[in-house]
């Protein structure tokens, strides 16, 4: 169904989000045909998403869902192995899904014939330049379309209201964690929230909705355990999920949200310089953090354990910074690889109201062999 010229139509990544289901208002009654690109990243269940495809095609507009949850979770696997994060230990959830989104999506963008690809971020923020930079990248003879810096687009839209307004008339269906004064990001990674309420730094954190996540004093009762396997320095298996990335990020997401173990509240550094408060949701990769910082502490000698924390923090910024293609990010993951990937074990952890906690282990690696732990000289390996 490719198709070329004036009619093809644009690429719009399609979130649900206030911002760009606007932007959809916006290119139809310039007129510009767009075909709208819904990414199940985990982020909802299928059949939200669906509703919100049903809703754009009733609209007038095509739309298409397309599955990348493997792809996400491949990705967050990623961010543990690395431990690739930003200010204040925020697990670049949202950098991680845009470079998702362009990797799997520009290229299906191209094939169908459209002939640009367009996006609902802010103009000046984070957002659009990773969409610009992973875009040179993936599929830098596609130009991309950037309406809130249109003079246009500001002028139809000129606050959320109003598009929140717009979006409300034509029966779109919105993302249930975005509105006039909030929006959310989210993905099986984690989610990441702001809003005009949290940007006030006298504002409480517990102003929060959470999307996933209990408060650990809302959470469960009764303390649980799990086991975290690891091969070849990657989650090889969460009490039975297997080794695909997609099960063991879903059960540690479940669990650590149940637990109460998700919040990061952040005063981060943009990468335009300026600095904004953000709080992050992410359970799953916080829960796993505990298992795989032990198994770090115990496999790496002093010189490796601070070569990898500085590989780290490089690797943070470029997933930050939409750097992640570049050879400084490249050659940081080959030379993490070198370290960790001989790394295997197995960690019993103890969750309860927030709490993680390290009841047993075992590990084995070329630098763990050489070492001995306690007066015994039992070898865990």
């Excluded at 990441?192 to 408060?215: I, K, M």
């Excluded at 086991?227 to 070849?232: D, P, Y």
């Excluded at 943070?316 to 001989?342: F, K, Q, T």
Aim: aromatic letters at 6%.
């Amino acid at each position: 169904m490719r198709q070329t010229g004036d009619n093809a139509p644009v690429g719009l990544f399609q979130s649900g989000g206030l911002s760009s289901l606007a932007v959809g208002v916006w290119l139809r009654e310039l007129p510009t045909p767009a075909r709208h690109y819904i990414a199940d990243i985990g982020q909802a269940d299928p059949p939200e998403l669906d509703a919100l495809a049903s809703s754009v095609r009733r609209f007038g507009d095509e739309s298409v869902v397309v599955d990348l949850r493997p792809s996400i979770a491949a990705v967050a696997s990623d961010l543990l192995r690395y431990r690739a994060r930003h200010d204040g230990g925020y697990w670049n959830t949202t950098g991680a899904a845009r470079f998702v989104l362009v990797s799997g999506l520009a290229p299906l963008m191209r094939a169908d014939g459209c002939r640009a690809l367009a996006h609902g971020c802010v103009g000046g923020g984070n957002d659009q330049r990773r969409f610009a930079r992973y875009g040179a990248h993936v599929a830098p003879d596609l130009p991309v379309v950037e309406p809130w810096t249109d003079p246009r687009a500001l002028e139809r839209f000129p606050d959320r209201e109003t598009m929140l307004a717009a979006v409300a008339e034509h029966g779109l269906i919105l993302d249930p964690g975005s509105g006039a004064g909030r929006s959310t990001d989210a993905s099986l990674a984690g989610v990441s929230h702001e809003s005009a309420e949290l940007e006030d730094l006298e504002t409480p954190v517990t102003r929060l909705d959470p999307r996933w996540s209990a408060w650990p004093e809302q959470a469960t009762a009764e303390p649980e355990t799990v086991t975290v396997l690891f091969r070849e320095g990657r989650v090889a298996d969460l009490d039975g999920s297997g080794p695909d990335p997609v099960e063991w990020m879903k059960r540690a997401n479940d669990l650590g949200a149940r637990h109460g173990v998700w919040l990061r509240d952040v005063v981060e550094r943009r990468i335009i310089g300026t600095v904004c408060r953000g709080v992050y949701e992410a359970p799953g990769l916080e829960l796993l953090d505990r298992a795989w910082t032990r198994v770090l502490q115990a496999s790496l000698d002093g010189a490796s354990r601070e070569l990898y924390d500085r590989l780290s923090a490089v690797l943070g910024s470029a997933m930050y910074e939409a750097r992640w293609l570049e050879p400084a990010a490249r050659a940081a993951r080959e030379a993490i690889d070198r370290l960790v990937g001989e790394i295997d074990g197995s960690v019993t952890l103890s969750v309860h109201r927030g709490v993680v906690r390290v009841e047993r282990m075992k590990v084995a690696g070329p630098v763990v062999r050489q070492t001995r732990f306690g007066s015994g000289g039992n070898r865990w390996s």
